[in-house]
């Protein structure tokens, strides 16, 4: 034991291995305190991935969906799955269907533009484009 950790907090000590194992994993009990919570979803509805939405467990997944979406508003000035009230962007979001405002191909964006936001803004966060590393 380090001389700080003793002038400090004289009843701390470091422990026997005899102290730290577990004798009888079946004699553990633990109380649980049971908090009522309430599903909150936080952050502006345009670039919330679906399932954040959904409630799901998600992983960095959802920046590549958020990502898509900021890639949307650069190239056509608007959001894919806007709306009038954060219930009916999420409800869009979870359809998954959007159309670009500005045509695709030649007077517009490019098709590889049209390919990336489409695989960033995927509903399947398996599928998403980054989703297995970039």
């Known amino acids: ?15 026997k291995p005899e102290e730290t194992k577990i004798k009888d994993p079946t004699k553990i009990v633990a109380k ?24 799901k467990e998600h992983t960095f997944a ?29 409800k869009n979001a979870l359809i998954g269907k959007y159309k670009t405002e500005v045509p695709v191909g030649e007077n517009g964006i490019s098709y590889e533009a049209k390919d990336l936001m489409d695989r960033l803004i ?3 966060p398996n599928e998403r484009l980054g989703s297995k590393g970039v």
């Open 122 to 124: 995927c509903l399947d």
């Open 32 to 55: 649980k305190k049971m908090v009522e919570t309430k599903h909150k979803i936080v952050g502006t509805a345009d670039y919330v991935a679906p399932e954040v939405i959904q409630g």
């Open 1 to 15: 034991m380090n001389k700080f950790m003793s002038m400090n907090m004289p009843g701390l000590r470091p422990r």
């Open 62 to 90: 959802l920046d590549y969906y958020s990502l898509g979406v900021i890639i949307y508003e650069f190239l056509t000035g608007g959001l894919p799955f806007n709306d009038d009230t954060p219930e009916k962007i999420f």
